[in-house]
């Protein structure tokens, strides 16, 4: 099965700065790629996804780069601030598929 | 707005308990799900439905049933409590096809004694 190693466990930057978190995945067969935001006290909610017939999504702030050859894919976040503070799940599987999920990261921004 | 929730948010039994935790969603979602959170382990999916009285394994499913009497409710069920299954337990809902995102609940944190 599908199995999706996450770097790093717990990062902390300071507001203003950029945030990389990296994911990969070793069933060449997958296609499909979110992350998922958990804020404290609250479920996982989907941030952003990127499909494999692409190479790089953005939303404002935060974008999603994906090479299928290395089979690994990076979030990216700019301009961090302080509601940024969250932990963090990529996932993989292929589309319609149940969902396998990265350890985690826990993201700290500093005011 | 999708909503998912779930009965309780912390719940503590004893060993040897049988435990159900509920979950409901509102939209009509015919796909739901049941993931445990652990610290450095991410979610882990227990089981899920894709319809009604239907149910597959997850990847842990030792320890645990489910049930799908309708639509808009998945209970996870733990048959006799242990402490290895203290935990977080996040219930999920999902369009069948197409769209993969899933929506989660808030949680129910479960201890055993």
């Known amino acids: 099965g599908e199995n999706v190693e996450q770097h790093p466990s717990t990062l902390s930057v300071q507001e203003g700065d950029s945030a990389v978190i990296k994911c990969t995945y070793s069933d060449s067969a997958s296609n499909y790629f979110p992350w998922y935001k958990q804020e404290l006290g609250k479920g996982p909610q989907l941030i952003i996804d990127?499909?494999?017939?692409?190479g790089e999504k953005k939303d404002q702030r935060i974008a999603v780069t994906l090479n299928k050859t290395a089979k690994h894919f990076s979030l990216h976040i700019t301009e961090t601030q302080p509601e940024d503070s969250a932990v963090y799940f990529c996932?993989?599987?292929?589309?319609?598929?149940?969902?396998?999920f990265g350890q985690g990261t826990i993201l700290t921004v500093h005011p | 707005d999708v909503k998912v929730t779930q009965s309780s948010r912390y719940l503590v039994k004893r060993t040897g308990e049988k435990v159900f935790l509920e979950c409901v969603q509102d939209m009509d979602h015919e796909n739901m799900f049941w993931y445990r959170q652990d610290p450095g382990l991410g979610l882990r999916l227990i089981y899920f439905?894709?319809?009604?009285?239907?149910?597959e394994k997850g990847d842990i499913p030792e320890g645990y049933s489910v049930s799908r009497e309708k639509k808009e409710r998945f209970s996870l069920i733990l048959e006799s409590a242990s402490t290895n299954q203290t935990s977080m337990y996040l219930c999920?809902?999902?369009?069948?096809?197409?769209?993969?995102?899933?929506?989660f609940g808030p949680g129910t944190r479960l201890t055993v004694l």
């Open positions: 996932a993989a599987s292929i589309l319609g598929g149940k969902l396998t």
């Open positions: 999920a809902s999902s369009l069948p096809t197409g769209v993969n995102e899933q929506f």
């Open positions: 990127i499909r494999s017939n692409v």
């Open positions: 439905s894709y319809d009604v009285k239907m149910k």
